[in-house]
Protein backbone atom coordinates (compact mmCIF):
# COMPACT_ATOMS: atom_id res chain seq x y z
CA UNK A 1 0.00 0.00 0.00
CA UNK A 2 1.43 3.41 -1.17
CA UNK A 3 2.41 6.28 1.85
CA UNK A 4 -0.78 8.21 -0.09
CA UNK A 5 -3.18 5.32 0.76
CA UNK A 6 -2.22 4.81 4.22
CA UNK A 7 -3.04 8.84 4.74
CA UNK A 8 -6.11 8.33 3.32
CA UNK A 9 -7.07 4.87 4.91
CA UNK A 10 -6.14 6.85 7.94
CA UNK A 11 -8.16 9.71 7.92
CA UNK A 12 -11.17 7.81 7.05
CA UNK A 13 -10.84 5.72 9.87
CA UNK A 14 -10.89 8.15 12.32
CA UNK A 15 -13.83 9.60 10.77
CA UNK A 16 -15.91 6.85 11.41
CA UNK A 17 -14.40 6.11 14.67
CA UNK A 18 -15.02 9.50 15.53
CA UNK A 19 -18.98 9.55 14.51
CA UNK A 20 -19.28 5.98 16.28
CA UNK A 21 -18.42 7.71 19.62
CA UNK A 22 -19.91 10.73 19.34
CA UNK A 23 -23.23 8.38 18.03
CA UNK A 24 -22.87 6.27 21.01
CA UNK A 25 -22.84 8.81 23.55
CA UNK A 26 -26.27 10.38 22.66
CA UNK A 27 -27.48 7.12 22.83
CA UNK A 28 -26.94 6.91 25.93
CA UNK A 29 -28.88 9.41 26.75
CA UNK A 30 -32.67 9.25 26.85
CA UNK A 31 -33.70 11.11 23.33
CA UNK A 32 -35.89 13.64 25.17
CA UNK A 33 -33.00 14.71 27.25
CA UNK A 34 -30.81 17.84 26.19
CA UNK A 35 -27.07 16.62 25.61
CA UNK A 36 -25.23 19.32 27.48
CA UNK A 37 -24.02 22.20 25.45
CA UNK A 38 -20.44 21.82 24.35
CA UNK A 39 -18.45 23.01 21.52
CA UNK A 40 -16.52 21.44 18.25
CA UNK A 41 -14.06 22.21 15.63
CA UNK A 42 -16.49 20.38 12.67
CA UNK A 43 -19.76 19.11 12.08
CA UNK A 44 -21.64 16.83 9.62
CA UNK A 45 -25.05 17.01 9.26
CA UNK A 46 -27.63 15.47 6.88
CA UNK A 47 -30.90 16.60 8.55
CA UNK A 48 -32.28 19.01 11.56
CA UNK A 49 -33.12 17.45 14.81
CA UNK A 50 -32.23 13.95 13.44
CA UNK A 51 -30.00 13.59 15.84
CA UNK A 52 -28.27 10.24 14.92
CA UNK A 53 -27.30 12.23 11.10
CA UNK A 54 -25.02 14.61 12.95
CA UNK A 55 -21.13 13.84 13.36
CA UNK A 56 -21.81 15.57 16.98
CA UNK A 57 -24.63 16.97 19.43
CA UNK A 58 -26.73 18.80 17.50
CA UNK A 59 -26.72 22.02 20.02
CA UNK A 60 -22.95 21.78 20.44
CA UNK A 61 -21.74 25.67 19.34
CA UNK A 62 -19.29 25.11 16.11
CA UNK A 63 -15.72 27.01 15.86
CA UNK A 64 -14.70 25.84 12.71
CA UNK A 65 -16.66 24.22 9.68
CA UNK A 66 -20.09 22.88 9.18
CA UNK A 67 -20.98 20.90 6.37
CA UNK A 68 -25.08 20.32 6.00
CA UNK A 69 -26.48 17.75 3.50
CA UNK A 70 -28.66 19.59 2.65
CA UNK A 71 -29.72 21.37 5.77
CA UNK A 72 -27.95 21.01 9.45
CA UNK A 73 -30.19 22.90 11.98
CA UNK A 74 -30.48 26.77 12.64
CA UNK A 75 -30.63 26.13 16.73
CA UNK A 76 -26.68 26.06 17.20
CA UNK A 77 -24.13 29.06 17.37
CA UNK A 78 -21.42 29.13 14.07
CA UNK A 79 -18.45 30.70 14.52
CA UNK A 80 -16.27 30.28 11.24
CA UNK A 81 -17.49 28.56 7.84
CA UNK A 82 -21.04 27.43 7.43
CA UNK A 83 -21.82 25.32 3.81
CA UNK A 84 -25.09 23.41 2.94
CA UNK A 85 -27.88 23.28 0.95
CA UNK A 86 -29.65 25.52 3.96
CA UNK A 87 -26.37 27.21 5.85
CA UNK A 88 -28.76 29.04 8.39
CA UNK A 89 -27.71 29.07 12.80
CA UNK A 90 -29.04 30.74 15.67
CA UNK A 91 -25.71 33.37 15.58
CA UNK A 92 -23.44 33.28 12.41
CA UNK A 93 -19.95 35.16 12.69
CA UNK A 94 -18.17 34.04 9.66
CA UNK A 95 -19.37 33.13 6.17
CA UNK A 96 -22.18 31.33 5.43
CA UNK A 97 -22.57 29.47 1.82
CA UNK A 98 -25.95 27.96 1.25
CA UNK A 99 -27.44 26.52 -2.26
CA UNK A 100 -30.69 27.39 -1.08
CA UNK A 101 -30.36 29.97 1.73
CA UNK A 102 -27.93 31.62 3.93
CA UNK A 103 -27.49 33.06 6.86
CA UNK A 104 -29.08 33.08 10.81
CA UNK A 105 -31.60 34.51 13.28
CA UNK A 106 -28.42 37.12 14.23
CA UNK A 107 -25.60 37.33 11.21
CA UNK A 108 -22.07 39.27 11.79
CA UNK A 109 -20.11 38.40 8.48
CA UNK A 110 -20.80 36.79 4.90
CA UNK A 111 -23.75 35.68 3.94
CA UNK A 112 -24.20 34.18 0.21
CA UNK A 113 -27.79 32.27 -0.79
CA UNK A 114 -28.57 30.78 -4.02
CA UNK A 115 -31.99 31.74 -3.27
CA UNK A 116 -32.18 33.94 0.27
CA UNK A 117 -29.44 35.21 2.21
CA UNK A 118 -29.94 37.57 5.61
CA UNK A 119 -30.96 37.39 8.81
CA UNK A 120 -34.21 36.96 10.58
CA UNK A 121 -33.40 39.88 13.86
CA UNK A 122 -29.82 41.66 12.98
CA UNK A 123 -27.33 41.78 9.91
CA UNK A 124 -24.23 43.49 10.56
CA UNK A 125 -22.34 42.61 7.06
CA UNK A 126 -23.08 41.45 3.73
CA UNK A 127 -25.95 39.61 2.34
CA UNK A 128 -26.37 38.31 -0.97
CA UNK A 129 -29.60 36.47 -2.29
CA UNK A 130 -30.77 35.70 -5.44
CA UNK A 131 -34.09 36.58 -4.83
CA UNK A 132 -34.17 37.59 -1.58
CA UNK A 133 -31.99 39.00 0.71
CA UNK A 134 -31.66 41.90 3.72
CA UNK A 135 -32.95 41.26 7.84
CA UNK A 136 -35.67 41.44 10.00
CA UNK A 137 -34.90 44.15 12.29
CA UNK A 138 -31.56 45.62 12.64
CA UNK A 139 -29.18 46.21 9.21
CA UNK A 140 -25.60 47.70 9.22
CA UNK A 141 -24.13 46.49 5.77
CA UNK A 142 -24.47 45.72 2.11
CA UNK A 143 -27.66 43.75 1.63
CA UNK A 144 -28.00 42.47 -2.63
CA UNK A 145 -30.37 40.67 -4.40
CA UNK A 146 -31.58 39.87 -7.97
CA UNK A 147 -34.95 40.19 -6.59
CA UNK A 148 -35.91 41.92 -3.10
CA UNK A 149 -33.71 43.44 -0.52
CA UNK A 150 -34.74 44.96 2.76
CA UNK A 151 -33.23 46.22 5.65
CA UNK A 152 -34.02 48.79 8.44
CA UNK A 153 -30.43 50.71 9.26
CA UNK A 154 -27.48 51.80 8.00
CA UNK A 155 -25.64 50.92 4.91
CA UNK A 156 -26.52 50.00 0.97
CA UNK A 157 -29.41 48.10 0.31
CA UNK A 158 -29.83 46.55 -4.02
CA UNK A 159 -32.70 45.01 -5.19
CA UNK A 160 -32.63 44.55 -9.35
CA UNK A 161 -36.47 44.60 -8.91
CA UNK A 162 -37.70 45.88 -5.16
CA UNK A 163 -35.81 47.53 -1.95
CA UNK A 164 -36.52 49.43 0.72
CA UNK A 165 -37.04 48.92 4.42
CA UNK A 166 -37.72 51.23 7.31
CA UNK A 167 -35.81 53.74 8.49
CA UNK A 168 -32.93 53.48 6.19
CA UNK A 169 -29.93 55.52 6.57
CA UNK A 170 -27.42 55.27 3.24
CA UNK A 171 -28.19 54.25 -0.38
CA UNK A 172 -31.41 52.46 -2.17
CA UNK A 173 -31.55 50.78 -5.16
CA UNK A 174 -34.62 49.42 -6.99
CA UNK A 175 -34.32 47.93 -9.88
CA UNK A 176 -38.13 48.78 -10.49
CA UNK A 177 -39.45 50.26 -7.08
CA UNK A 178 -37.73 51.59 -4.00
CA UNK A 179 -39.21 52.32 -0.89
CA UNK A 180 -38.96 53.33 2.87
CA UNK A 181 -40.83 54.88 5.33
CA UNK A 182 -38.00 57.11 6.19
CA UNK A 183 -34.57 57.58 3.74
CA UNK A 184 -31.90 59.63 5.13
CA UNK A 185 -29.07 59.42 2.28
CA UNK A 186 -30.06 58.22 -1.90
CA UNK A 187 -33.19 56.56 -3.08
CA UNK A 188 -32.88 54.89 -6.70
CA UNK A 189 -35.22 53.81 -8.43
CA UNK A 190 -35.66 52.61 -12.24
CA UNK A 191 -39.56 53.10 -12.47
CA UNK A 192 -40.86 55.05 -8.98
CA UNK A 193 -39.56 55.49 -5.38
CA UNK A 194 -42.17 55.78 -2.70
CA UNK A 195 -41.35 57.29 0.81
CA UNK A 196 -42.46 59.36 4.02
CA UNK A 197 -39.82 61.48 4.13
CA UNK A 198 -36.61 61.70 1.89
CA UNK A 199 -33.43 63.64 3.77
CA UNK A 200 -31.32 63.28 0.29
CA UNK A 201 -32.09 62.73 -3.30
CA UNK A 202 -34.81 60.96 -4.66
CA UNK A 203 -34.65 59.63 -8.15
CA UNK A 204 -36.58 57.90 -10.43
CA UNK A 205 -36.88 56.90 -13.89
CA UNK A 206 -41.00 58.09 -13.75
CA UNK A 207 -42.41 58.50 -10.51
CA UNK A 208 -41.13 60.38 -7.34
CA UNK A 209 -44.07 60.43 -4.20
CA UNK A 210 -42.92 61.59 -0.83
CA UNK A 211 -44.67 63.58 2.36
CA UNK A 212 -41.96 65.59 3.36
CA UNK A 213 -38.89 66.15 1.48
CA UNK A 214 -35.88 67.66 3.03
CA UNK A 215 -33.75 67.32 -0.24
CA UNK A 216 -34.13 67.09 -3.78
CA UNK A 217 -36.62 65.01 -6.14
CA UNK A 218 -35.94 63.77 -10.04
CA UNK A 219 -38.10 62.26 -11.90
CA UNK A 220 -40.61 63.19 -14.90
CA UNK A 221 -42.93 63.39 -12.58
CA UNK A 222 -42.70 64.08 -8.94
CA UNK A 223 -44.83 64.32 -5.98
CA UNK A 224 -44.61 66.38 -2.12
CA UNK A 225 -45.56 68.75 0.53
CA UNK A 226 -42.31 70.45 0.73
CA UNK A 227 -38.64 70.62 -0.68
CA UNK A 228 -37.22 70.98 -4.11
CA UNK A 229 -38.22 69.28 -7.60
CA UNK A 230 -36.94 68.82 -10.99
CA UNK A 231 -39.03 67.27 -13.24
CA UNK A 232 -41.21 67.58 -16.19
CA UNK A 233 -44.02 67.84 -13.84
CA UNK A 234 -43.78 68.82 -9.84
CA UNK A 235 -46.66 68.89 -7.43
CA UNK A 236 -45.21 70.26 -4.48
CA UNK A 237 -48.15 71.15 -2.07
CA UNK A 238 -45.79 74.11 -0.12
CA UNK A 239 -43.96 74.88 -4.09
CA UNK A 240 -44.03 78.50 -5.00
CA UNK A 241 -46.76 76.81 -7.15
CA UNK A 242 -48.93 73.86 -6.21
CA UNK A 243 -48.27 72.41 -9.85
CA UNK A 244 -45.02 73.36 -11.97
CA UNK A 245 -43.11 72.27 -15.03
CA UNK A 246 -39.19 71.88 -14.94
CA UNK A 247 -38.55 73.16 -11.35
CA UNK A 248 -40.62 73.98 -7.98
CA UNK A 249 -39.19 74.21 -4.65
CA UNK A 250 -40.88 75.06 -0.78
CA UNK A 251 -40.44 78.72 -0.09
CA UNK A 252 -43.12 78.47 2.95
CA UNK A 253 -40.76 77.66 5.74
CA UNK A 254 -40.81 80.46 7.57
CA UNK A 255 -41.98 84.14 7.38
CA UNK A 256 -38.28 84.79 8.59
CA UNK A 257 -36.93 86.40 5.25
CA UNK A 258 -33.32 85.20 6.64
CA UNK A 259 -34.50 81.81 5.88
CA UNK A 260 -36.17 82.22 2.46
CA UNK A 261 -33.68 81.20 -0.43
CA UNK A 262 -32.69 83.62 -3.07
CA UNK A 263 -33.78 86.74 -0.83
CA UNK A 264 -30.13 87.29 0.98
CA UNK A 265 -27.12 86.82 1.03
CA UNK A 266 -27.72 85.64 4.80
CA UNK A 267 -30.40 82.87 4.03
CA UNK A 268 -30.23 79.82 6.11
CA UNK A 269 -30.98 77.18 2.93
CA UNK A 270 -31.14 77.36 -0.64
CA UNK A 271 -32.91 75.19 -3.00
CA UNK A 272 -29.78 75.88 -5.73
CA UNK A 273 -25.90 76.61 -4.81
CA UNK A 274 -23.52 77.30 -7.92
CA UNK A 275 -19.82 77.64 -7.43
CA UNK A 276 -17.06 78.42 -9.41
CA UNK A 277 -13.30 78.86 -7.32
CA UNK A 278 -12.34 79.44 -3.54
CA UNK A 279 -10.38 76.28 -2.08
CA UNK A 280 -10.63 78.27 1.01
CA UNK A 281 -13.63 77.26 1.77
CA UNK A 282 -14.93 80.64 2.00
CA UNK A 283 -17.25 81.08 -0.99
CA UNK A 284 -16.20 83.72 -2.59
CA UNK A 285 -16.93 81.98 -5.82
CA UNK A 286 -20.21 80.86 -4.66
CA UNK A 287 -23.82 82.00 -4.70
CA UNK A 288 -23.98 81.38 -1.06
CA UNK A 289 -21.84 81.44 2.16
CA UNK A 290 -20.32 77.80 2.74
CA UNK A 291 -23.02 78.10 6.35
CA UNK A 292 -25.60 77.70 3.62
CA UNK A 293 -27.12 74.72 3.67
CA UNK A 294 -28.33 73.43 0.30
CA UNK A 295 -31.37 71.50 0.02
CA UNK A 296 -31.49 70.47 -3.45
CA UNK A 297 -28.67 71.01 -6.05
CA UNK A 298 -25.21 72.25 -5.77
CA UNK A 299 -23.22 73.05 -8.97
CA UNK A 300 -19.72 72.47 -8.99
CA UNK A 301 -17.66 74.33 -11.63
CA UNK A 302 -15.45 73.51 -10.48
CA UNK A 303 -15.81 73.68 -6.90
CA UNK A 304 -18.08 74.25 -4.53
CA UNK A 305 -17.99 74.01 -0.27
CA UNK A 306 -21.17 74.10 1.81
CA UNK A 307 -21.77 72.60 5.23
CA UNK A 308 -25.02 70.32 4.79
CA UNK A 309 -26.02 69.03 1.45
CA UNK A 310 -29.85 67.74 1.64
CA UNK A 311 -29.39 66.29 -2.77
CA UNK A 312 -27.38 66.05 -5.53
CA UNK A 313 -23.88 67.84 -5.76
CA UNK A 314 -22.18 67.64 -8.66
CA UNK A 315 -18.90 68.72 -10.81
CA UNK A 316 -15.25 68.62 -10.78
CA UNK A 317 -14.70 68.85 -7.31
CA UNK A 318 -17.57 68.51 -4.62
CA UNK A 319 -16.69 68.93 -0.97
CA UNK A 320 -18.74 69.45 2.48
CA UNK A 321 -19.21 68.36 6.08
CA UNK A 322 -22.73 66.50 5.69
CA UNK A 323 -24.33 65.25 2.96
CA UNK A 324 -27.13 63.42 2.46
CA UNK A 325 -27.54 62.20 -1.12
CA UNK A 326 -25.59 61.58 -3.59
CA UNK A 327 -21.85 63.59 -4.77
CA UNK A 328 -20.66 63.03 -8.30
CA UNK A 329 -17.48 64.71 -8.55
CA UNK A 330 -15.64 64.36 -12.03
CA UNK A 331 -12.36 64.13 -10.46
CA UNK A 332 -13.42 63.82 -6.86
CA UNK A 333 -14.98 64.21 -3.38
CA UNK A 334 -14.83 65.09 -0.08
CA UNK A 335 -16.86 65.01 2.75
CA UNK A 336 -16.68 64.09 7.12
CA UNK A 337 -20.03 62.10 6.86
CA UNK A 338 -21.89 60.83 4.02
CA UNK A 339 -25.02 58.84 4.35
CA UNK A 340 -25.72 58.09 0.72
CA UNK A 341 -22.87 57.50 -2.57
CA UNK A 342 -20.25 59.29 -3.61
CA UNK A 343 -18.94 58.69 -6.80
CA UNK A 344 -16.10 60.22 -8.40
CA UNK A 345 -13.10 59.12 -11.51
CA UNK A 346 -10.02 59.27 -9.30
CA UNK A 347 -10.39 59.82 -5.39
CA UNK A 348 -13.59 59.66 -2.65
CA UNK A 349 -12.43 60.97 0.61
CA UNK A 350 -15.12 60.51 4.07
CA UNK A 351 -14.62 59.96 7.55
CA UNK A 352 -18.31 58.01 7.80
CA UNK A 353 -19.69 56.60 4.82
CA UNK A 354 -23.71 55.45 5.71
CA UNK A 355 -23.48 53.89 2.14
CA UNK A 356 -21.05 53.82 -0.65
CA UNK A 357 -17.93 54.97 -2.13
CA UNK A 358 -17.47 54.62 -5.59
CA UNK A 359 -13.88 56.06 -7.76
CA UNK A 360 -10.50 54.22 -8.40
CA UNK A 361 -9.35 55.42 -4.82
CA UNK A 362 -11.52 55.32 -1.89
CA UNK A 363 -10.82 56.26 1.74
CA UNK A 364 -13.11 56.47 4.98
CA UNK A 365 -13.22 55.20 8.30
CA UNK A 366 -16.59 53.05 7.76
CA UNK A 367 -18.62 52.15 4.89
CA UNK A 368 -18.65 50.40 1.99
CA UNK A 369 -16.25 50.67 -0.87
CA UNK A 370 -15.72 49.42 -4.78
CA UNK A 371 -12.19 50.73 -6.71
CA UNK A 372 -8.72 50.22 -7.49
CA UNK A 373 -7.67 50.49 -4.18
CA UNK A 374 -9.63 50.76 -0.32
CA UNK A 375 -8.78 52.25 2.58
CA UNK A 376 -10.99 51.75 5.51
CA UNK A 377 -9.81 51.52 9.28
CA UNK A 378 -13.20 49.54 9.84
CA UNK A 379 -12.30 47.45 6.83
CA UNK A 380 -11.22 43.65 7.23
CA UNK A 381 -8.37 44.70 6.02
CA UNK A 382 -6.95 48.45 6.41
CA UNK A 383 -6.05 48.60 2.32
CA UNK A 384 -7.92 46.42 -0.08
CA UNK A 385 -8.45 46.34 -3.88
CA UNK A 386 -11.90 46.12 -5.96
CA UNK A 387 -14.06 45.81 -2.52
CA UNK A 388 -13.40 46.56 1.23
CA UNK A 389 -16.24 46.92 3.55
CA UNK A 390 -16.53 47.48 7.59
CA UNK A 391 -18.49 49.78 10.11
CA UNK A 392 -17.10 51.43 13.56
CA UNK A 393 -19.03 51.53 16.37
CA UNK A 394 -20.97 54.82 15.39
CA UNK A 395 -23.09 53.36 13.18
CA UNK A 396 -23.18 49.95 15.44
CA UNK A 397 -24.48 52.22 18.39
CA UNK A 398 -27.18 53.63 16.34
CA UNK A 399 -28.94 50.72 15.70
CA UNK A 400 -28.54 49.10 19.24
CA UNK A 401 -30.04 52.61 20.34
CA UNK A 402 -32.73 52.22 17.69
CA UNK A 403 -33.77 48.18 18.85
CA UNK A 404 -33.96 49.42 22.45
CA UNK A 405 -35.95 52.95 21.66
CA UNK A 406 -38.48 50.15 20.04
CA UNK A 407 -38.49 48.15 23.08
CA UNK A 408 -39.17 50.68 25.31
CA UNK A 409 -41.87 52.03 22.63
CA UNK A 410 -43.36 48.33 22.46
CA UNK A 411 -43.49 47.88 26.27
CA UNK A 412 -45.02 51.75 26.83
CA UNK A 413 -48.22 50.30 24.28
CA UNK A 414 -48.48 46.79 25.94
CA UNK A 415 -49.03 48.69 29.17
CA UNK A 416 -51.33 51.10 28.07
CA UNK A 417 -52.81 48.43 26.20
CA UNK A 418 -53.34 46.56 29.75
CA UNK A 419 -54.44 49.55 30.97
CA UNK A 420 -57.03 50.17 29.09
CA UNK A 421 -58.53 46.49 29.08
CA UNK A 422 -58.69 46.48 32.93
CA UNK A 423 -60.42 49.84 32.77
CA UNK A 424 -62.81 48.09 30.06
CA UNK A 425 -63.17 44.51 32.04
CA UNK A 426 -63.62 46.82 35.55
CA UNK A 427 -67.21 45.73 36.55
CA UNK A 428 -69.81 48.98 36.42
CA UNK A 429 -71.13 50.13 40.24
CA UNK A 430 -74.53 50.49 39.93
Not at 206 to 215: K, M, P, S
Not at 318 to 345: F, M, P, R, Y
Request: glycine residues 16%; proline residues 2%.
Amino acid sequence: MTTRKKIISSIVIAFILTISSAWANQTTNDVDEKVSAGWTPMQISIWDNLRWLHAFPTNYNIYGMRLSMPWGGKDVNMYGIDFGGVAFSKRLMGIAFGGLAAGGNDVSGVALGGLAAGGDENVSGVAVGGLMAGSGRNFTGVALSGGMAMGEGVGVVFGGLMAGGGELTGAVFGGLVAGANKINGGMIGGLANFSGEVNGLQCAGLWNEAERVNGLQLACFNRAWSGCQFGLLNFNKSGFLPVCPVLNFDTATSTNLSEVPYLTDQAKWTALQFGVGSLNKKSSGSLYPEKTDVRGLQLCMPYSYNSNIFGLAIGIISTCEKLKGVQLGALGNAADIVNGLQIGSILNTADTVNGLQLALFNKCDSGFQLGLLNFNKSGFLSVFPIVNFGWGDEAKDKAKDKAKDKAKDKAKDKAKDKVKKEVKDKPVKK
